[in-house]
C-alpha cells in the first residue's frame, strides 16, 4: 500500500521524492520485521529450554517415584511451539528395586535351593544380575510414560541412569 501511495504522488505531482520516501519506509518496515523473526527464531536456532516452574514439577514427579533417589543433570529443549525433549540422569533406589525384582518372593524361593550348595547360588546371582538391567529398563519405560501423561508438553523424554 505504502508503494501504491507513494507512485501515485510521485505521478499525480511530479514530484520523484514521494517515491524515494516510500521506499525508504518499506526499507525501514523489512528491517522491523527482519528484526523481529531474528529475535523470535533465535530461541529456536539456539534451543531454548524448558520454563523452570515445569523444569521443578518434573524433577519433584521423578524424584518423588519410589524407583528414583536423585535426579542428575536435567538438560531440555523446545522442540516447536510449547513442545519439549529432556535428558536426564537418574539415580535408581537399590533397595525399591530389589523390591520390585522380590516382588513374587523370588529370593525367598531360591534361598532354599542355593543355601547349601555355592554352585547354585552363583547360577542364582548371574541369573539375578542379568534380571536387574531388564527390570531397570522396564521401570524406566514406564516412567516415561508417566511423565508424558503428567506433563503433555513433554513429547520426548530420555532417562540415563547414573
Given at each position: 500500500?505504502i508503494?501504491?501511495?507513494?507512485?501515485y504522488?510521485?505521478?499525480?505531482?511530479?514530484?520523484?521524492?514521494?517515491?524515494?520516501?516510500?521506499?525508504?519506509?518499506?526499507?525501514?518496515?523489512?528491517?522491523?520485521?527482519?528484526?523481529?523473526?531474528?529475535?523470535?527464531?533465535?530461541?529456536?536456532?539456539?534451543?531454548?529450554?524448558?520454563?523452570?516452574?515445569?523444569?521443578?514439577?518434573?524433577?519433584e514427579?521423578?524424584?518423588?517415584?519410589?524407583?528414583?533417589?536423585?535426579?542428575?543433570?536435567?538438560?531440555?529443549?523446545?522442540?516447536?511451539?510449547?513442545?519439549?525433549?529432556?535428558?536426564?540422569?537418574?539415580?535408581?533406589?537399590?533397595?525399591?528395586?530389589?523390591?520390585?525384582l522380590?516382588?513374587?518372593?523370588?529370593?525367598?524361593?531360591?534361598?532354599?535351593?542355593?543355601?547349601?550348595?555355592?554352585?547354585?547360588?552363583?547360577?542364582?546371582?548371574?541369573?539375578?544380575?542379568?534380571?536387574?538391567?531388564?527390570v531397570?529398563?522396564?521401570?524406566?519405560?514406564?516412567?516415561?510414560?508417566?511423565?508424558?501423561?503428567?506433563?503433555?508438553?513433554?513429547?520426548?523424554?530420555?532417562?540415563?541412569?547414573?
Amino acid at each position: 500500500m505504502i508503494a501504491i501511495i507513494c507512485i501515485y504522488l510521485s505521478d499525480i505531482t511530479w514530484i520523484p521524492y514521494f517515491d524515494s520516501i516510500g521506499s525508504i519506509i518499506i526499507g525501514i518496515m523489512l528491517a522491523f520485521v527482519a528484526f523481529f523473526l531474528i529475535m523470535e527464531n533465535k530461541n529456536y536456532l539456539i534451543g531454548k529450554s524448558i520454563e523452570i516452574d515445569l523444569k521443578d514439577e518434573i524433577i519433584e514427579f521423578l524424584e518423588s517415584h519410589e524407583l528414583i533417589d536423585k535426579v542428575l543433570n536435567f538438560k531440555s529443549q523446545m522442540l516447536d511451539n510449547n513442545n519439549f525433549v529432556i535428558k536426564c540422569e537418574i539415580e535408581f533406589n537399590g533397595s525399591a528395586l530389589t523390591k520390585e525384582l522380590n516382588r513374587n518372593s523370588m529370593f525367598e524361593k531360591e534361598y532354599d535351593n542355593v543355601k547349601d550348595d555355592y554352585s547354585e547360588f552363583v547360577k542364582f546371582c548371574s541369573y539375578y544380575a542379568n534380571l536387574v538391567p531388564r527390570v531397570m529398563g522396564q521401570k524406566i519405560n514406564l516412567i516415561e510414560k508417566e511423565i508424558k501423561e503428567e506433563f503433555p508438553k513433554v513429547k520426548y523424554i530420555d532417562l540415563e541412569i547414573n
